[in-house]
């Protein structure tokens, strides 16, 4: 049976860099928001909603559409009461029907099976639980009480809810019936106290990994892992030619590559240009690329960025689009940067 699927976009956090919308960012060469679909998509959705408020809407919009995703809705809510708002926005969309609902700005570490999940756990209401050791994000000790979880206070790593939950057939419509006897800034777990006390049951499910971008690089080089580990090459192989090309590497029809070792999970996006040069596991490298004389390793490069024989090797690093990496051999000898706002350069 097909649910309907339900993508969140998330508020901003007082930190956040001002880059785009929760979601928009990019990680294995799509917008996060972009795998968050394709996941639904292969969980079960048939339909798919986003919600969220007018301007980030119009940014997902704008990165779902540059994807070729055009069979989407697009709900708008007023942001007054977060999770309230997001609820009475989708509920028109979902009516009856059984629903996944996700966050459009993180990533599971495993394929969802939609509503087998549901009938698994014999639940109405199913939250995706993780291992965090965030202490900020960890369960409320009444939510705990709830799904009948114990923790050791000692451990290094705390129970958290993942940014996907599950509803069974008729659920989110009962529970918006009932949003006037919910406080206006009420959580998730707040929410499901109330589905239970209407007798419906409310399960939990233990999932490997879960990430989410607040904003920080780091979190978008564990997205960028979690994308490549999943993904399969399709169609016909890379002609290696003077290369050397091993394990699961996507590389785009269009893309040049020569006398270079690509190592996977790894992809190199449309019309990127890769010459004498080493691509280590876990690194995404976008679309009009110019990558020359470099070793780079779990890193992100974006589109039109142009790295070249930089004299060491990049790791762990995201590069920005149309940014310009390269090595001057006039003299002087010196570091030449021009840092934007909010940037942050490691030198070793």
């Known amino acids: 049976m097909a649910c309907k699927g339900v993508v969140v976009v998330p508020e901003r956090p007082a930190s956040w860099p001002g880059d785009g919308a929760p979601g ?10 972009c795998h968050v679909v394709d996941a639904l998509r292969a969980a079960g959705s048939t339909e798919i909603a986003v919600v969220g408020e007018a301007e980030s809407l119009a940014q997902m919009r704008a990165a779902l559409e540059a994807d070729a995703e055009v069979d989407i809705s697009y709900l708008e809510h007023c942001g007054r009461t977060p999770i309230l708002d997001t609820l009475l926005a989708a509920a028109a969309f979902v009516g009856e029907e059984p629903c996944l609902i996700h ?8 394929p969802l099976t939609g509503l087998a999940m549901l009938e ?22 009444h939510t705990e009480r709830l799904l ?4 050791l206070r000692m451990s290094k790593t705390r129970l958290s809810l993942a940014g996907a939950c599950l ?3 008729s659920t989110l419509s009962e529970l918006t019936a009932q949003a006037d006897r919910l406080p206006a800034a009420a959580r998730l777990s707040a929410l499901a106290e109330l589905i239970a006390g209407g007798g419906r049951r409310v399960r939990a499910s233990l999932v490997p990994e879960w990430c989410a971008y607040t904003g920080s690089c780091d979190e978008l ?17 890379f002609e290696q030619g003077d290369n050397r090309i091993e394990g699961r590497v996507v590389i785009h029809p269009s893309a040049q590559v020569s006398s270079s070792v690509i190592l996977g999970p790894s992809i190199i996006g449309a019309g990127a240009h890769v010459a004498n040069s080493y691509i280590g596991p876990y690194t995404s490298i976008g679309a009009d690329t110019w990558i ?27 590069v920005g689009r149309r940014a310009r990496i390269i090595r001057n051999f006039a003299l002087p000898r010196g570091l030449r940067l021009h840092v934007g706002e909010a940037v942050e350069v490691v030198l070793n």
């Not at 009948?148 to 923790?151: N, R």
């Not at 080089?221 to 192989?237: C, K, S």
């Open 120 to 141: 698994r756990e014999n639940a109405d209401l199913l939250l995706l639980l993780h291992r965090s050791a965030t202490p900020a994000a960890e369960l409320e000790p």
């Open 148 to 151: 009948g979880i114990s923790q």
């Open 24 to 33: 928009t960012q990019r990680v294995a060469n799509r917008a996060i928001v």
């Open 221 to 237: 080089l564990e997205l960028n892992r979690l994308v490549l580990d999943q993904q399969r090459p399709e169609g016909e192989p």
């Open 103 to 110: 966050s459009a700005a993180g990533l599971l570490g495993q």
């Open 167 to 169: 509803f069974s057939r």
């Open 292 to 318: 020359e004389g470099v070793e780079i390793g779990r890193s992100i490069i974006l589109d039109g960025a142009r790295v070249m024989h930089v004299g060491g090797r990049i790791e762990a690093s995201t």
